[in-house]
């Protein structure tokens, strides 16, 4: 892990290094829970898998290996969930690897050659509650706090498409979004709107 980074959990956002990680492991972990829905998702990964993700707020990108061997990358895991931080407060949490299985498959259905666009990652209870009160169609108790969701699209895929791979891998809820030029994914229960 690069000592920028270390530095910015251990001192601007009051994170342990060592907690931070272990969280990011769990989340790993949690992946491995047999859900009916998962088993289709967990069968066709590989066991070495990688995101390509820009966020369109920060102007961030990465392409990082965050699992290797079946074993997912605690230090990879982190320098995702810090590109998908809460743009407007810079908190991080640690994304649910689940999610990042999600974002995977997808990015391997669609045969994305571009990286996925991040409008939305994570968001803090206090950002989430101050979008919440600008419109009705941000959730009180969304999974965006829990590390649990983002908000995407990917350059040269028509939306709906999008919409459909995430529909059918059956991860957990999607949302679609076309006024607005993204798909909401989750890795709640299976639901769509």
Known sequence: ????????????????????????VLAGAASL???????????????????????THTGEQIKAVYCENGSYVPEAVA?????????????????????????HGISTKIEARQPLHIISGYRSPRTNAQLAARSRKVAKHSLHMQGMAVDIRVPGRDLAQLRKVAVALKGGGVGYYPKSDFVHVDVG?????
């Open 1 to 24: 892990m690069n000592d920028w980074f270390k530095n910015e959990l251990d001192a601007e956002y009051c994170v342990d290094r060592r907690r931070f990680l272990r969280i990011g």
């Open 33 to 55: 829970t047999p859900f009916s829905a998962w088993a289709g998702i967990m069968r066709d990964l590989a066991p070495e898998r990688a995101l390509v993700i820009y966020n």
């Open 79 to 103: 320098e995702i969930s810090r590109v998908l931080r809460d743009h407007r407060s810079n908190e991080i949490c640690a994304i649910d690897a689940r999610l990042l299985d999600l974002l």
């Open 189 to 193: 229960r299976v639901r769509y709107w």
